[in-house]
């Protein structure tokens, strides 16, 4: 199973990709940085989503540092609800 892993070099999705290597058998990982998707850009997502072959895919981006989101609310609702939806119509 090949699984799109968004927002790779985060916590998260570094500790999947590690996984996916350790059973590499079953799962293999494509991971996707910032500098391969910035998806506080909705109109790139599809694009970018287009040009891999995978089965699955886990989002681990996410706008969550508290002091960053206050300042800014309209970036941390795009990427967190207005690019999940992108992502979810792409797939």
Known sequence: M???ILGANGQLGSDLCRACRIRDAEF???GLYRKDIDVSDLSQIKPVLER???DA???CTSNHKTDEVERNATLAFTINAHAVKAIAEAC
């Open 2 to 4: 090949r699984i799109l």
């Open 28 to 30: 293999s990982a494509i």
């Open 52 to 54: 891999h072959d995978f």
């Open 57 to 59: 895919l886990v989002n």
